[in-house]
């Protein structure tokens, strides 16, 4: 019976330890002998050892049971409830950052409340979920300086391959000026960085969308402007949804000719260029073109 308890207390070990923390933490099965804060412990041995406050907490209140509330995928408050001896609870905010082989759990801040209190939710930022996807960012000035500078107001990631061992990511800072900063990420390591600024260019944003509202020839709104680069040379890039398909304009940044594209929206598939590209001759030519700049498009829907 011992060395059967004993292989139990192992499984439930292991499970808890490699269960990822986008599969939410696992609740064991009904009998299983362990008491809630025992399940606790499990869940955290390898993170609240390190945090001395949570430990002070724990070795002088106890536990008698915890809750989480999930802020978004990346990040959720800890609550412990500590035994009948202590009045205050004990909470902390948890995130999630890096993938695969690279994730990692780490708590942000510690703090003690009421018994009743509860925190509340803080609107996420949108760069929230951007740090936790690329930690490497973190070690490039270039992309450090943009979002100190600027203060982004949004990101995209598209992958550029099947397996998603490569992506484009983009920031947008969308104020005054328009800027944005582009960056290829391949295996975890940053590739290139690129930025753009509209003042640099001659068809600037409000010129893009006068290009593409006229080509558009409709009263619908713009769902998303970015920019995009082939061959380090900028285009504006202006989707439309009107029903179940999409128009995508590419606007040159220099003399302001445009190509553009229908795709279903609903799987986000390219169509074929519906302008012959000046210059480019054949459609193979023409379809790589489309494609080369399909691949900048975001993923999902802003």
């Known amino acids: 019976m011992k060395k059967i308890e004993l292989i139990m207390a192992y499984l439930l070990i292991i499970t808890l330890v490699v269960t990822p923390a986008f599969a939410g933490d696992p609740t064991p099965p009904p009998g299983d002998g362990f008491s809630r804060a025992e399940i606790f412990r499990l869940q955290h041995m390898y993170l609240i050892e390190e945090n001395q406050e949570i430990m002070d907490f724990i070795n002088a209140c106890g536990i008698s049971d915890y809750e989480i ?54 609107p996420s930022g949108p760069l929230d979920d951007f740090s936790a996807a690329h930690p490497e960012s973190e070690n490039n000035d270039t992309i450090i300086s943009f979002i100190n500078s600027y203060d982004p107001e949004k990101w995209k990631e598209i992958p550029t391959d099947m397996n998603r061992t490569s992506s484009l990511v983009y920031l947008v800072a969308d104020r005054d000026v328009f800027r944005e900063l582009m960056f290829m990420e391949q295996k975890g390591n940053i590739r290139w960085v690129k930025t753009f600024n509209e003042l640099e260019v001659s068809v600037d944003k409000e010129q893009a969308l006068h290009i593409a509202a006229k080509e558009m ?36 940044t220099t003399g302001g000719e445009v190509y553009y594209y229908l795709k279903d929206a609903e799987t986000d598939e390219p169509g ?26 975001e993923k999902g829907k802003s």
């Open 69 to 122: 509330a999930y802020i978004n995928r990346t990040h959720r408050y800890k609550y412990i409830i500590p035994k009948e001896n202590c009045s205050k609870k004990l909470v902390f905010l948890e995130i999630s950052k890096g993938r695969d082989e690279k994730w990692k759990r780490e708590i942000v801040w510690v703090r003690q409340i009421g018994m009743n209190e509860t925190i509340p939710f803080e």
């Open 217 to 252: 020839n409709s009263s619908v709104s713009p769902v998303d402007i970015h920019v995009v680069f082939r061959d380090s040379h900028p285009f504006w890039v202006v989707t439309y949804i009107t029903g179940p398909a999409a128009t995508t304009f590419y606007i040159d």
């Open 272 to 297: 074929q260029s519906s302008y012959k590209v000046p210059g480019f001759s054949g459609v193979f030519t023409l379809i790589a073109f489309g494609v080369s700049l399909w691949i900048s498009r």
